[in-house]
């Protein structure tokens, strides 16, 4: 049962580099979201999906891209990455009527040097 | 649009003591409402969650929360906290029939000393 898993754990990256994060998941859930986690700052959203093929931006969705090509993926994109992008990245998914709650992966942490 | 506020951010109790941690929200609507837990270093787990129906909801490890609409609050409650409830607590809220994009709280650090 493996719910939602992420993929890398860990990632350094220099400032200006790209990546990837990859958030796959096999419950059938429509809807999947990618949150940041900062130390008091909780959980933002950064960008979300309601189903194959549709996205749509979040709270802070500046410096991310997504993409959501097949229903099980959700990839979150830095195209330049920050410093102020490092952060725990959590991607989400849920059912569309949400009684099972949120399901989340165990996280990514990533630091722009 | 809705909010949820937690308006503990660091509670520090020794182990057998009893906790409450606050959640408010607001949204004139109907909503639900759920808690989670992240053991340090973990992912969110979902401890309980309200739809409907019986507003004292009881979640897993012997945590509960009431839901008094009159309050706009969704308090979570323990008995008897262990050393094992630290952890950080998130709110989280959203509006029924609305948008399934749920809010959540800043947190609630639980620090329990054995």
């Known amino acids: 049962n493996a719910g939602v898993t992420q993929t890398p754990k860990f990632r350094v990256l220099k400032t200006g580099q790209s990546m990837t994060l990859l958030c796959a998941q096999d419950?059938?859930?429509?809807?999947m979201y990618w949150y940041r986690q900062d130390p008091g700052m909780g959980l933002r959203l950064i960008h979300y999906s309601v189903g194959e093929g549709t996205t749509a931006k979040g709270e802070v969705p500046d410096g991310y891209n997504v993409s959501r090509l097949k229903k099980q993926n959700f990839l979150l994109g830095l195209e330049s990455a920050a410093p102020s992008q490092t952060s725990v990245y959590f991607c989400?998914?849920?059912?569309?009527?949400?009684?099972?709650?949120?399901?989340f992966g165990s996280g990514t942490r990533l630091t722009v040097v | 649009a809705q909010s949820v506020s937690q308006h503990n951010h660091h509670v520090i109790l020794s182990e057998a003591a009893s906790l409450e941690l606050g959640c408010n929200y607001s949204y004139g609507g109907t909503v639900n409402l759920f808690w989670y837990v992240q053991y340090p270093g973990q992912h969110l787990q979902l401890l309980l969650k309200y739809f409907s129906g019986d507003p004292l909801v009881k979640g897993i490890k012997g945590f509960e929360a009431e839901f008094i609409k009159s309050k706009f609050s969704f308090n979570l409650r323990k008995p008897s906290v262990q050393w094992s409830d630290t952890a950080e607590y998130f709110c989280?809220?959203?509006?029924?029939?609305?948008?399934?994009?749920?809010?959540f709280g800043r947190g609630t650090s639980l620090i329990v000393h054995p």
């Open positions: 989280a809220v959203n509006a029924r029939g609305g948008s399934y994009i749920p809010t």
């Open positions: 419950m059938n859930h429509e809807y």
């Open positions: 989400a998914s849920s059912r569309s009527d949400l009684r099972a709650g949120y399901t």
